[in-house]
């Protein structure tokens, strides 16, 4: 008998909440009946496949995690919330592992119906058929769109017998967009606990990193201590960059031995649960600051404090940036990286030329996480349980008219922040950001080691 019926024991009340939301979402414009597939299984290469990854928007919807599933959500009088997923397959589950089948999902997951995935076709066009509005994301996988159109052209074949297929096609991830855009209790608890576990995973990193050992080997630690306390993958490809390497803003070949006098900067996080956490620090290899790298620590830091002070309700979007950039712009003058004065170098944007990205992106299921930047053509103001990151940076690559002191420093301190009701909590304050801090934990590093 098989008594794994629940291995994730999910809490999946808040899954059924917002299916709920989003049928009242529905119900206001327009009504009709939401189609929304997970993510496919991948090949990598013959016939090995990419780790599975279920879809966000799937997953926010049903806290389902297997592939080949998908939820229907039915509008009218009498909402329906319908999840089809794989049947149960003893010989499957042999090779493969565990899978609900419909009967438990439909249980465990609070839908009022489950099919089979491989009933979808046949049913898909009565779930259509008389419905005002197809809710749908068109564009992101084109197999998808295909089997969405031949149900909806089979009612449309139907017409004859009094049957009327959906008269228009609404994107459904535009509303799905701006509900992940507010984070839920039980979001924010994971996002804690995954930004807390990458926090200790960048201390651990530190303690390891030393003049000799190689950039892979510190992203074996970050690994080790993701995977160790529970986190599933990291949740983008890990930066670990020694010295040049950390002025490519997307380095991930983690190929190099690091030196002595170099800055190692990384950017790491783990996805815990489904949902991402996203730090970077930068530290010396050997433990303690030069001078100049000293003064462009502090620059970034202090860039960091008023972008930070700019978070809050109702404060806009890009304000956190423009509070980073006018901090940066000046001290990139007072540091001779840049030349005239303040006005002229905001009004033709030279920092760029050394702070080439914005401060900060939605956090959330994925790294750079869904939702609108802009509100009819305006930086949308922030709101409290917006998930954002914090992180300005300056990358100074070799240059005739640049202090030799300043070559090949590259520095970005990256923080998971979410608005609360009169500011700001980092999520990430495991980890030291103060140049003291992170100077005393490398200390104790060397002790350690001694
Ligand atoms: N790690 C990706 C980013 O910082 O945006
Ligand atoms: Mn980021
Ligand atoms: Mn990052």
Not at 437 to 443: F, G, K, S, T, V
Request: glycine share 8%; hydrophobic share 40%; with cysteine.
């Amino acid at each position: 008998m098989n008594t794994l019926t629940d291995p994730l024991h999910l809490d999946t009340t808040p899954f059924r909440a917002r299916r709920e939301r989003l049928l009242a979402r529905m119900a206001a414009n327009g009504g009709g009946v939401a189609i929304l597939p997970t993510a496919p299984e991948r090949t990598r290469n013959r016939d090995t496949h990419y780790p599975y990854r279920h879809d966000s928007y799937f997953y926010y919807l049903s806290g389902f995690r297997e592939p080949e599933a998908v939820v229907v959500l039915v509008g009218g009088e009498t909402p329906k919330q319908i999840l089809f997923c794989r049947q149960k397959d003893e010989e499957r589950e042999i090779w493969d592992g565990f899978r609900y089948g419909p009967d438990a999902a439909c249980a465990l997951f609070g839908f009022d119906e489950a099919w089979t995935i491989g009933d979808l076709e046949r049913r898909l066009p009565d779930l259509l058929a008389n419905q005002p509005v197809l809710w749908c994301g068109l564009g992101y996988d084109n197999d998808w769109d295909a089997r969405v159109m031949t149900a909806l052209n089979t009612v449309r074949a139907n017409a004859r017998s009094g049957v009327t297929p959906p008269h228009s096609v609404r994107d459904l991830r535009a509303d799905l967009d701006e509900m992940r855009l507010i984070k839920d209790t039980s979001e924010l608890d994971t996002m804690r606990r995954a930004a807390q576990i990458s926090a200790e995973a960048h201390c651990r990193a530190m303690r390891q990193t030393r003049p000799g050992r190689f950039e892979y080997e510190i992203e074996a630690e970050l690994l080790h201590a993701f995977r160790a306390a529970g986190s599933q993958a990291p949740a983008y490809t890990s930066i670990v960059a020694g010295g040049a390497n950390a002025c490519v803003l997307h380095y991930v070949e983690n190929e190099c031995r690091l030196r002595n006098g170099d800055l190692l900067l990384i950017d790491a996080g783990c996805e815990l649960d489904g949902y991402a956490s996203d730090i970077t620090r930068s530290f010396p290899v050997n433990g303690r600051f030069s001078g100049a790298q000293r003064d462009v620590y502090a620059l970034v830091l202090a860039s960091q404090h008023a972008a930070r002070a700019a978070i809050r309700p109702g404060a806009h979007w890009n304000e956190p940036h423009e509070a980073a950039v006018a901090v940066l712009a000046q001290g990139m003058l007072d540091l001779g990286l840049l030349k005239g004065n303040f006005t002229d170098v905001m009004e033709k944007a030279d920092y760029r030329r050394f702070y080439m990205h914005r401060t900060g992106h939605w956090l959330g299921m994925d790294v750079h996480d869904a939702g609108e930047y802009k509100l009819n053509g305006d930086w949308r103001p922030l709101e409290a349980g917006m998930v954002l990151t914090v992180e300005p940076g300056c990358y100074i690559r070799p240059a005739a008219d640049v202090p030799e002191a300043f070559w090949n420093i590259g520095i970005r301190i990256e923080d998971d922040a979410v608005v609360t009701a009169d500011g700001c909590e980092y999520l990430t304050d495991g980890v030291p950001r103060e140049i003291d801090d992170i100077e005393a934990l490398m200390r104790d590093r060397a002790h350690a080691a001694a």
